[in-house]
């Protein structure tokens, strides 16, 4: 059977919690992307965007050098870090933007956390010429400056949310609001794979082509198959694309990463999967941080885009039924493996997709003492670069920000 | 506007409302959320608005209210922040039943499945309240809420909006038990300074597709002259964030909230009774 059913469960989790109001448009959305799916126009003008304006296919690295810190793995890495805009939202947002153009609407909202998904949204309306609003919660705001500037400067409206705890749930919710009110014009254009059916599925598709690239260069470069494929999960849309090739594929391990903060036991954390339990949030039954009543709790991360207390419904699923596993990584160990792999690669990826590399080097090492002799082969999903996070590592590391040595001054 | 007499289909607030309309009128139902300022306070307000209101709807705060607008939202994160559990929102459904008036729950879906969809229908019952209001959950996701319901006699109010379709307005009039609630507006609650022109529609809509169930109006409904003319087409006009906007954020000046709430309160159940009177006339 494939997943989602027709009214968009994984099992018990996913389906459509949403107020009546926007049961309509949700129903146009989900025939409007089986419609273009099946139409070569759609399908071939997508594709071109993805190739000649963002830049598909990316590559497949192997960390040599970082696979020496591994055990004895081999580390791959997916390098969705190359990708237009900086990482992985963007394959999601070419095509969603695609589908609001064919619906006849003008105008797109979006959520933001880290401002990843917003700075993308806002690279895609100004393309396509779609009147753009961005939500971002308004602690988010602060800690992202330089993505409010850039979603500006594409030409898009951010708005800073000020209700409850000021982060991306908020923004949802904000941009949920404003939904309910401007439907008939307006596509809210959901960031991850979460959120009422068909935004778990529509989100799935679309980066699908992430594995579906990763296992035909794995297959005409490396002769075979992965061992593992590890991606950090927050709203999971970048695990969801690395996986789903690889679903079917039952002798691939798949490994999510969740963001463990302080440490799942501190309760300061974002691993909804690791520390929460099913309830329904922003319009899907999933795994969420919640307290006993069901009142969300507030999530904690370094990574601004793993802060959120819900997840995926298909990763909760794929949680339950035990296909794919999920492990925490705190922050500590994140920002190690951020610079670790800066260091010995020259690649510096995002706070997120640090989560995935420390991740893999724990599975790495994990397996060199349990299976000596075995040579695994681990993909990683480098979903986004760190450009953004600079500001993060210089407080994180102390640096002072001061040069090294001066030369050539006048005495 | 008629009177409805299927008893299956009316349930108790149903019948509370048709009540309203066996005297010539349409029925005023009043919400406010439980807890604001805090939860004694609100307890208090609950037996204000009970002497003008026929039906309480009773708002369970909730830490992601995406349908409410600012007043509401800003109201219940207080409220939340001053400790208000799941359970007061029994307590405030005992209240409003002392009183002799019908109490309904309002609340976003999850407080209800956390709390056990049964174990929350059962509770509710023995404190006296007639039903649930669910505005994120329709009746596609609602099998269990559903069984919890008929089990414990509790009567279902989902949503219809201006954007439902024929067949999706039929299927959860169907679903329904008590009344239907139809929303004025595609927006979220809060004070509008007219009243919509798509109200009168979704009203006459509900009503041609269904005549066996009374259909409640809300979202935007401010003052006595835009109670009277929902009520002259509607068998219920909802008003809510007008009512929170006179409580006070602190609850050491209830007194003066209050007193502010019932005159309006008042206001609104006038402009209930006139707006069939107009309608004769």
Known sequence: ?411 | MTTFTDPARLGISGKAINTCLEQGRAAFIGYLPVGYPDVSASLEAFKTLSECADLVEIGMPYSDPFLDGTVIQQATTRALMRGVRTRDAFRAAETVATCGKTPVVMTYWNLIEQYGPDSFARDLAAAGGAGVITPDLTPDEADEWIAATDAHGLDRIFLIAPSSTPERIAMTMAACRGWVYATSVMGVTGVRTTTSIAAPVIAGRAREIDPTLPVGIGLGIGNGDQAAEVASYADAAIVGSALVRCLPPEPVDIASGLAAMATLAAELADGVHRGRSQQLA
């Not at chain 1, 439907?183 to 009422?196: E, K, Q, R, S, W």
């Not at chain 1, 370094?302 to 949680?319: F, I, T």
């Not at chain 1, 090492?365 to 979903?383: K, W």
Request: glycine residues 12%.
């Open chain 1, 1 to 411: 059977m494939t997943l989602p059913d027709d009214t968009g469960h994984f099992g018990r989790y996913g389906g459509t919690f949403v107020p009546e109001a926007l049961r309509a448009a949700l129903a146009e959305l989900d025939e409007e992307f089986r419609v273009a799916r099946q139409d070569p126009a759609f399908v071939a003008e997508l594709a071109d965007l993805q190739r000649n304006y963002a830049g598909r296919p990316t590559p497949l690295t192997v960390a040599k050098n970082f696979s020496k810190e591994c055990g004895n793995a081999t580390i791959y890495l997916k390098r969705e870090d190359l990708y237009h805009t900086g990482a992985h939202k963007i394959n999601n947002v070419l095509g969603q933007a695609l589908l609001t153009k064919r619906m006849g609407k003008t105008r797109v909202i979006a959520e933001t956390g880290a401002g990843q998904h917003g700075v993308a949204t806002a690279t895609a309306a100004a393309l396509l010429g779609l009147e753009c609003r961005v939500y971002m919660g308004e602690l988010d705001t602060q800690r992202q400056a330089l993505n409010v500037a850039r979603m500006q400067l594409l030409g898009a409206e951010v708005c800073a949310v000020a209700s409850g705890s000021r982060t991306l749930k908020d923004a949802m919710n904000q941009a949920m609001r404003d939904w309910v009110a401007t439907v008939d014009n307006t596509h809210y254009l959901i960031g991850t794979v979460g959120g009422p059916h068909p935004f778990p599925y529509l989100v799935r598709e679309l980066q699908r082509i992430i594995s579906i690239e990763a296992r035909q260069q794995f297959l005409d470069e490396h002769g075979g198959l992965p061992d593992w494929v590890v991606a950090c999960v927050g709203g999971g849309s970048n695990a969801i694309g690395a996986f789903a090739e690889f679903i079917p594929e039952e002798q691939v391990g798949l490994l999510g990463i969740e963001a463990a903060g302080d440490g799942i036991e501190t309760g300061r954390h974002a691993a909804t999967i690791g520390g929460g339990r099913p309830g329904v949030l922003h319009g899907a039954r999933t795994y969420i941080l919640q307290d006993e009543d069901g009142q969300t709790i507030e999530s904690h991360s370094v990574s601004a885009g793993l802060d959120y207390p819900g997840v995926g419904p298909e990763h909760a699923w794929l949680a339950d039924t035990g296909r794919a596993s999920y492990e925490p990584i705190t922050d500590v160990e994140a920002m190690d493996a951020f610079r670790l792999l800066t260091r010995t690669e020259g690649i510096i990826p995002a706070i997120e997709s640090s989560h995935a590399v420390a991740g893999a080097r724990k599975l790495g090492l994990r397996l060199a003492q349990e299976e000596p002799t075995a040579r695994p082969r681990i993909l990683v999903c480098l979903s986004g670069r760190g450009d953004k996070d600079v500001a993060t590592a210089f407080d994180w590391f102390g640096m002072a920000g001061k040069p090294d040595l001066t030369v050539g001054g006048l005495e």
